[in-house]
């Protein structure tokens, strides 16, 4: 709910910033670059994984939580350790273009999110949206969440906001380990 211009203490107009802009910016980069979509290119990658150590044991799937509208899953480069992300799997860039049952199936994927970070023993969770702006004709854009956790044994500041990369696993041994709990939960 940004708008698109704010006021200064001075009175001045200025355009606004929200963290989906970061996104709304390199989506425009990537297609100028490769001439393809980002989120369509970045949904194939999720689901045509291969590992990162290179190996040819063990699973290799980064997804967690998959139906018809969305997808849940442990990013390749994570900006904390144990960091999940969710997605639309069809264009929906903001909260207001999801119909009934994508918001159904959002919910349903941050709810098993949070719970099985909590299950992992994650004390924490930094939830972050990046959507499209209203008025943005982007039909690349999607819904994006983060969902970055706070680990007992991290040090007492928030690395992400820093930009570290820290991640003592594998994407996709941590996917695995989080399809695991979510067995539990039915």
Known sequence: MVPKLVQT????????FACGDLISDFIEQYFKATGKPFFETYLSAIKNNTRTDGKTIGESSLILLEDDHTILFAPKAQISEWELQLMPKTACGNILEADSQMRHSLDRAIL??????ESLGVQMVTTIEF????????????????????????????????LRWISGCFPEDFAHACRRVIKNFK
């Open 9 to 16: 203490c001075s009175g001045q107009k200025i355009s606004s």
């Open 131 to 162: 959507s499209k702006r209203f008025d943005s004709k982007n039909c690349d854009q999607r819904l994006l969440y983060s969902f970055i956790p706070r680990l007992p044994h991290a040090p007492a500041t928030f690395s992400e906001a820093q």
């Open 112 to 117: 098993t999110a949070v719970k099985t970070l």
